[in-house]
Structure formats: C-alpha cells, structure tokens
C-alpha cells in the first residue's frame, strides 16, 4: 500500500468513528422523545 492510500485510509477510520458516535447520540436523543409520546 502507498504512503499516501495509508494516510486517506485512517482519515477514512477517523470520520467513521465521529459519524458513528454521532450517530449514537441521535439515536438516544430520538429514543428519550418516542418514550415521551
């Protein structure tokens, strides 16, 4: 693998992880207003 493809990959890795966190969060936020209903 190039340097380069190295370098875009955990970029990749990084962005993944702050989506899914977020994602995780937007989830619990959408679960705490459908228990209220």
Do not use: F
Request: charged share 45%.
């Amino acid at each position: 693998m190039d340097k380069d493809d190295n370098e875009v990959l955990l970029i990749a890795i990084d962005i993944m992880k702050k989506y899914k966190d977020r994602l995780i969060s937007l989830q619990k936020k959408v679960g705490k207003t459908e228990k209220k209903q």
